[in-house]
């Protein structure tokens, strides 16, 4: 059966559930505290996807859109999705649910732009990313991915 996407909501329980993942950071931590001082409503929409296996949260990306004014990686600039933090847990992994979610992300039809974990490599190419091997201006230690949907690929240069 294929796996069901859910969008994530803003809730004790989902921040609860976060923090089994490895990539737990600042972006969970503020909206742990946010919720706390009823700054976000709870269950607000949030920026992750996630993938449940009975009700336990074992697979989840980030995903927002980027302005094509602020794009650097697309000729023309144009609306691209940034997906970040997709991790499947240890327990889970090999069943399909990465790439689940990253055909989830595709289905918007607009390019996609990731900065891989490190050895994560051979995964971004089977799922068709290739690298920004030209030279734009970017943050150090970054490493982009890209994907283009059908129709759009030519790179700056
Ligand atoms: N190395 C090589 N190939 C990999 C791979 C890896 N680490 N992880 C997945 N693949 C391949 C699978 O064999 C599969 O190939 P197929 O379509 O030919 O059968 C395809 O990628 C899709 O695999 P899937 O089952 O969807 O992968 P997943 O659900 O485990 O998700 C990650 C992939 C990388 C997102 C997930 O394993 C993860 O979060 N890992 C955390 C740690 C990490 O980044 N590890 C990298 C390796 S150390």
């Given at each position: 059966m294929a796996a069901k996407i859910t969008k994530l909501k803003v809730n004790f329980k989902t921040l609860e559930e976060f923090?089994?993942?490895?990539?737990?950071?600042i972006q969970e931590l503020s909206m742990l505290e946010d919720l706390e001082a009823n700054i976000i409503e709870d269950e607000s929409d949030s920026p992750f996807y996630g993938i449940y296996f009975g009700d336990k949260l074992v697979a989840r990306m980030s995903l927002y859109q980027v302005d094509a004014k602020f794009d650097r990686y697309f000729y023309p600039s144009q609306n691209y999705l940034e997906l970040w933090k997709l991790e499947v847990l240890p327990d889970y992994q090999g069943k399909g649910y990465g790439k689940a979610l990253v055909e989830f992300a595709k289905g918007f039809g607009l390019p996609i732009k990731t900065n891989p974990r490190v050895k994560s490599n051979e995964f971004w190419g089977k799922m068709g990313f290739t690298s920004v091997d030209y030279d734009v201006e970017r943050d150090r230690g970054e490493n982009p991915l890209v994907w283009y949907p059908e129709g759009v690929g030519a790179q700056k240069y």
């Open positions: 923090k089994k993942f490895k990539e737990y950071g």
